[in-house]
């Protein structure tokens, strides 16, 4: 080493008193002596605390979830630095199950641990896994929980201001009952505890038993006293609860999930920093895996103590599990509406992906039709309407013996209302070789931006709802769009006319979109000829919130009635304003207003408000049209509702299930599965007898709308909801 001069020694040596100094002063800061202030010069910015998050949850200490729940907060504060320290809260230590959620969607609690069950009332769709006998294997149902489905219900509890992370567990449910379980047959005039739950309730229902809820911390004593015979719960809860002591019979069936939601406050998730809530969703994932295989090793400890008890135990053979998932199969699809068709669908898409994958295929590859429709967005009613009405036609088509000597099966993706999205399905949809035809949804916008890639693929495409008239009037050669619907030509002229017959002066409020600018011209020759001044036409755009400020100006204007033409959100905004009025003006809306639940979201404001709409076909058609009773009766039965309830957007189902007989009558003529040659038989002049009129022909060169004026007709809700006539 260089010897140093003196006068580096000297700096140096400097540097170090001063060193010192500081870190005696650092050491002993903000310590003034007694009655001084510190020099403000001299303040010092302090190490930020640790930020404290609590976690609830409603299960015991000792438990599995709670064990996971620890490792979580260990892991959390490990990988923060410190920067996050989480408490765990068992036992409902914070409240119950509600009350923990609403802390949480207030931002009162950070994280929180949550039964589906106890979220289903605000989410339906988290009902998914609770569907009985619907996955085949723990296997299927953790692939689906952990891949888009599992994704997609999560994404769902942004309505609630909660950001899901992952599903962690308490077990598959099991059967219990005083006899034994191996069969449907065997549940036949059994009263069996449910939670309050309908899905659960028709669950037993339709395996002959009758379901009867009664309170979780209750069932111990009615199964004591013999008030019910069985129940269902994991295998953690049967014995926590001691029901094994009070059950003769156990079935190890798996036949239904009871999840955990682990969810963050998004009040709270907001003012983490991006790598905070890398940590927690991160770590959360990570340990679902964990969480799962401690319940796992649990539940072997508790089927020995519920053996030790004497009670008998059966395992059911994979014959078995089929008897059951066939009885329980429609529970899926009648539960279609509050479990979500986007669910649904994507886990049908992923199990004929996988059996196509493994050749895991009985009999003949099926040949596939393809929805592409709106299943989770504004048009979500009308996507699953079509899905209904679609999925009944292939039933039939099946029980005759397929097409071309297989089966066909319905396979949908959603769009959510985004032609680009719904592009890229139909890209998907024209990659399968097995896929004949495309199904079409509710919005005419996605169509009309389809219709380049629909002729450039030559893909075969039904229309049962989208009404914009460029849909088939257009100028590609030869055409590859044909609707059983009823073009805007028609409707909008309709509906102005009958708005015209009790009043002079209108107004007309249309959607700046292509499908509103297709109302407007096949409005225009009729407005044309009218006197100057009577009629207003208004444009707005989707979500025009200033909408309902736009109905007030124009009743105090003095228009006498509004036809409109838009989707359910903005015909909310105008029921609404009208609503307020002393005196509301009618009026007379297009169909898109259906493809939702909008009775239900404004079932107060339609008790003021004089609503008529135009249809194709209401259930009061039925006495007069056999094939349309014959349709509905089928319908009630597949899905199980009552006589009197209303069919959730009806035209959706009933024109998608005549354009599938339409295109199987089709595939038969051109004798193979050629997508050139079905178009071609398509407008060969096929004829049917269908349940909305006799198609003779249904299409030709010249006319690929199936469907005109003369099934128009105006319609109103009743005070239940059902669509009846308003002529």
């Known amino acids: 080493m260089s010897r140093l001069s003196a006068k580096s020694r000297m700096v140096l040596g400097l540097a170090a008193v001063l060193v010192i100094a500081g870190l005696v002063w650092l050491a002993g800061a903000g310590r003034a002596p007694q009655g001084a202030a510190a020099p403000v010069e001299h303040a010092v910015v302090p190490v930020a605390e640790a930020r404290q998050l609590r976690l609830g949850l409603n299960i015991a200490a000792g438990s599995a979830l709670h064990a996971a729940a620890e490792l979580f907060a260990e892991r959390v504060a490990e990988r923060s630095g410190g920067r996050l320290k989480v408490t765990v809260h068992p036992d409902q230590q914070l409240g119950s199950d509600d009350q923990m959620l609403e ?12 039964p589906t069950a106890k979220l289903s009332s605000a989410v339906p769709a988290m009902q998914y ?64 505890r449910t939670m309050k739950s309908p899905m659960i309730a028709d669950q037993f229902a339709s395996l002959g038993a009758t379901p009867i809820p009664i309170d979780f911390h209750a069932t111990y004593q009615a199964l004591k006293d013999g008030a019910v015979d069985g129940q269902e719960n ?30 963050v406050s998004r009040k709270v998730y907001e003012t983490l920093s991006p790598e905070m809530r890398e940590i927690i969703s991160q770590t959360a994932r990570e340990l679902t895996l964990w969480e799962r295989q401690e319940t796992a090793r649990r539940e072997a400890d508790f089927i020995d103590k519920i053996r030790a008890a004497g009670v008998e135990i059966h395992t059911l053979s994979a014959e078995e599990r089929r008897s059951f998932a066939q009885v329980m199969a429609p529970i899926a699809d009648k539960f279609g509406f509050e479990v979500g068709y986007d669910l649904l669908a994507k886990t049908e898409e992923l199990r004929f992906t996988q059996a196509a994958r493994s050749g895991d295929v009985k009999g003949r590859q099926p040949w596939v039709l393809a929805l592409d429709a709106d299943l989770s967005a504004r048009g979500a009613q009308a996507g699953g309407a079509i899905y209904r009405g679609a999925q009944m036609a292939i039933e039939d088509i099946n029980r005759k013996g397929g097409l071309l000597g297989a089966p066909l099966r319905l396979l949908a993706r959603d769009h959510a209302a985004n032609p680009m999205v719904g592009r890229r ?49 257009h100028d590609h050669r030869p055409s590859y769009t044909f609707r059983v619907s009823i073009n805007d030509t028609q409707v909008a002229p309709f509906l102005l006319e009958r708005a015209l017959r009790g009043q002079s002066r209108l107004a007309v409020l249309i959607e700046q979109s292509p499908w509103g600018r297709s109302n407007e011209a096949a409005l225009r020759p009729l407005l044309e000829r009218l006197p100057a001044g009577s009629v207003e036409v208004v444009w707005f ?25 838009g989707n359910g959100i903005e015909a909310g905004l105008v029921v609404r304003a009208l609503a307020r009025q002393d005196k509301p003006v009618p009026v007379f809306a297009h169909w898109a207003l259906v493809g939702g639940d909008f009775w239900g979201a404004n079932q107060a404001r339609l008790e003021k408000v004089d609503l008529r709409f135009a249809q194709s076909v209401v259930e009061d058609d039925a006495p007069k049209n056999r094939n349309l009773a014959s349709f509905l009766a089928g319908y009630r039965q597949r899905y199980g509702l009552g006589g009197r309830a209303p069919v959730p957007s009806l035209m959706g189902s009933a024109h998608a299930y005549d354009a599938v007989q339409l295109l199987a009558r089709a595939v038969t003529r051109a004798g193979s599965p050629d997508r050139g040659g079905i178009r071609n038989a398509l407008e060969s002049g096929l004829s049917y007898s269908g349940v909305m009129r006799e198609y003779r022909p249904a299409f030709t060169p010249e006319r690929h709308d199936a469907l005109d004026r003369s099934q128009l007709r105006l319609a109103r809700f009743d005070a239940r909801g059902r669509i009846v006539p308003a002529d």
């Open 103 to 114: 802390m949480a969607r207030n931002g009162g609690l950070d994280l929180v641990l949550t």
């Open 129 to 192: 896994a609770d569907l009985p006998f619907y996955f085949s294997s723990r296997e299927e149902l953790y692939a689906m929980l952990d891949g888009e489905p599992g994704a997609l219900l999560l994404s769902k509890l942004g309505r609630i201001d909660l950001v899901g992370l992952t599903f962690w567990e308490n077990g598959f449910k099991q059967f219990t009952a005083n006899t034994p379980i191996r069969h449907p047959d065997d549940f036949g005039r059994l009263r069996i």
């Open 234 to 263: 994991p295998l953690v809860a049967i014995v926590g609860m001691r029901f094994h002591e009070v059950q003769k019979h156990l079935t190890l069936s798996n036949h239904a999930y009871l999840a955990y939601v682990f969810s």
């Open 425 to 473: 399905n139909l890209e998907l949809f024209a990659s399968d070789p097995s896929v004949l035809a495309v199904m079409g949804g509710m919005h005419s916008t996605v169509v009309t931006e389809e219709l380049d890639d629909i002729h450039r693929l030559k893909m075969p495409y039904l229309i049962p709802w989208a009404a914009a008239q460029g849909i088939t009037l």
């Open 541 to 565: 755009q989707s979500g025009d919130e200033g909408l309902d400020a736009t109905v007030d100006e124009l009743v105090r204007a003095g228009r006498q009635a509004i036809v409109f033409v």
